[in-house]
T-cell receptor, first 119, second 113 residues
Framework: AQTVTQSQPEMSVQEAETVTLSCTYD???????LFWYKQPPSRQMILVIR??????QNATENRFSVNFQKAAKSFSLKISDSQLGDAAMYFC????????????????FGGGTRLMVKP | DAGVIQSPRHEVTEMGQEVTLRCKPI?????LFWYRQTMMRGLELLIY????????DSGMPEDRFSAKMPNASFSTLKIQPSEPRDSAVYFC???????????FGSGTRLTVV
């Protein structure tokens, strides 16, 4: 079974600084997908960024980027120029392709990292 | 698109009562997932459907929990009878294809007293 581990229960960062959240996963699959979700106090789960395992290039979305190390099974999230609105729980998720009539991914989530942003 | 719609947003009920949570997935998404989130256990997958058919319900905690998806635009999660340990946030999510992540609903916060 796949597992996703987020070893940092809490992190804090000064506004405008950069922070990196770590995530490791365990799988025997070669083709899979990785995601970072943000859950602010409103509890809405918001997709931040995703990475396809067959792509070597790290994904980037504005201030958010990932460092994907396939051999090490590591998928960290870097937030640059941190803003107060970045304060939230962040969940790393691993997904495999469900070969069932073009079904979606089955996602396994890590335990989450609470990010606090200091003004 | 209005996104994944869940109702109610909050539910408070007494122990022993039946609770029904509702979800409308995004049109065209053919996979639907029910998750439960608690502080102790994090996000747990309860059950998922593909093309309205339940594929894996191994995460359903016990027989008090049941889920249905009578058509592509509606799903329910029912707890009968409810217990205080069922108190949690229940999320519904839908997915459009193998490369996509999930789109989550806003969740239902259930409190059983």
């Amino acid at each position: 079974a796949q597992t996703v581990t987020q070893s940092q229960p809490e992190m804090s960062v000064q506004e405008a600084e950069t922070v990196t959240l770590s995530c490791t996963y365990d799988t025997s699959e070669s083709d899979y997908y990785l995601f970072w979700y943000k859950q602010p106090p409103s509890r809405q789960m918001i997709l931040v960024i995703r990475q396809e395992a067959y792509k070597q290039q790290n994904a980037t979305e504005n201030r958010f980027s990932v460092n994907f190390q396939k051999a090490a099974k590591s998928f960290s999230l870097k937030i640059s120029d941190s803003q107060l609105g970045d304060a939230a729980m962040y969940f790393c998720a691993y997904g495999v392709y469900l070969n069932l009539n073009n079904a979606g991914n089955m996602l396994t989530f890590g335990g989450g990292t609470r990010l606090m942003v200091k003004p | 698109d209005a996104g994944v719609i869940q109702s109610p947003r909050h539910e408070v009920t007494e122990m022993g009562q039946e609770v029904t949570l509702r979800c409308k997935p995004i049109s065209g998404h053919n996979s639907l997932f029910w998750y439960r989130q608690t502080m102790m256990r994090g996000l747990e997958l309860l059950i998922y459907f593909n093309n309205n058919v339940p594929i894996d319900d191994s995460g359903m905690p016990e027989d008090r929990f049941s889920a249905k998806m009578p058509n592509a635009s509606f799903s329910t999660l029912k707890i009968q009878p409810s217990e205080p340990r069922d108190s949690a946030v229940y999320f519904c999510a839908s997915s459009s294809g193998p490369w996509g992540g999930y789109t989550f609903g806003s969740g239902t916060r259930l409190t059983v007293v």
